[in-house]
């Protein structure tokens, strides 16, 4: 039984996984090279092609991660398991909400319809609005490559981090795909709010 690839923590999985691999995920050559490293590191084989699933790269019909994938992209990051990794969600969750109050806002921690106002540098910004399940719905936009109508995942944003958008899907997109969309990549965010409830947008 498998575990959807859309998920908000499979998508925090694939943000540790990059952090040990110390570069993103982009091209073909990145997963080649990732799953080598994986195999040299754990003395386990996993194929290039299964990578390009979970990140969403090639996914060829497959919406599901397996177990056995998981545990081991879990042992690489450093956890014991997918178990072990999803408890540690579960404390870490606890903390940020605790070390973070006034410098970040957790996606948990919304209700559907809350409106949220992110900026980033050089002048960009946009109003977000919750859609339940760690999802947002693109509002207002301003100077931004995000547009009004733009859907995304994202489990926490934080001032002077940048904000991890995964499951971005355009709505100029015809073909839907859904890729990732980092705002503030080099300085993070300048401006993170939750509205006022009362504020209506069209």
Not at 35 to 40: D, L, M, P, V
Request: hydrophobic residues 35%.
């Amino acid at each position: 039984m498998g575990i959807e690839r859309n998920s908000p923590k499979i998508s925090l999985l694939r943000l540790k996984v990059e952090t040990i691999f110390n570069r993103r995920l982009k091209v073909h050559n990145d997963f080649v090279e990732l799953a080598s490293e994986i195999e040299a590191k754990l003395k386990q084989h996993i194929s290039e092609t299964t990578l390009e699933r979970v990140w969403g790269y090639s996914v060829r019909g497959y919406d599901s991660v397996s177990l056995h994938t998981l545990n081991l992209l879990c042992k690489y990051a450093g956890f014991e398991s997918w178990v072990d990794f999803c408890e540690s969600i579960q404390e870490e969750g606890i903390k940020d909400s605790d070390l973070f109050e006034g410098d970040g806002i957790l996606s948990s921690s919304l209700s559907p319809g809350d409106m949220l106002r992110i900026g980033w540098l050089p002048d960009r910004e946009c109003i977000i609005k919750y859609c339940g399940n760690y999802r947002f719905k693109a509002v207002e936009c301003k100077n931004a490559t995000m547009k009004k109508g733009d859907t995304f995942s994202c489990i926490e944003f934080r001032m002077n981090q940048p904000a991890v958008m995964d499951n971005f899907i355009s709505i100029n997109d015809p073909s839907k795909t859904p890729r990732r969309y980092v705002a503030g990549v080099k300085h993070g965010l300048n401006l993170l709010s939750l509205l006022d409830p009362r504020v209506v947008f069209e």
